[in-house]
């Protein structure tokens, strides 16, 4: 049994920051990359950035330059840093994590951003 929890989303204003958590938990021997991604109402699931077991990093063009993914293996855990948000930054974010023999998701984290 393996488990994704997201955390950290919240409420925020226009150009604020707020740093979103992915713990993976269970049965596993390692991980392989982790992801983010986002939907919005209405839309469909957007990819918005992913890192590999040994740090390479990738980004989606809307948030290149203002969103950071890392992550601690050790913890078994991978960080979405968001800054400079935007209105149309709100959405559900979603983590996944690529365990070898399976891809699994968490359950999402809501990101509102709004004066």
């Known amino acids: 049994q393996v488990q994704v929890v997201e955390s950290g989303g919240g409420l925020v204003q226009p150009g604020g920051s707020l740093r979103l958590s992915c713990a993976v938990s269970?049965?596993?021997?390692?991980?392989?990359?982790m992801g983010w991604y986002r939907q919005a109402p209405g839309k469909q699931r957007e990819w918005v950035a992913h890192i590999t077991s040994g740090g390479t990093t990738n980004y989606g063009d809307s948030v290149k330059g203002r969103f950071t993914i890392s992550r601690d293996n050790a913890k078994n855990t991978a960080y979405l840093q968001m800054n400079g948000l935007k209105s149309e930054d709100t959405a559900v974010y979603y983590c996944?994590?690529?365990?070898?023999?399976?891809?699994?998701w968490g359950q999402g984290t809501q990101v509102s951003v709004s004066s």
């Open positions: 269970g049965n596993i021997f390692s991980i392989n990359a």
């Open positions: 996944n994590a690529d365990v070898g023999w399976y891809v699994y």
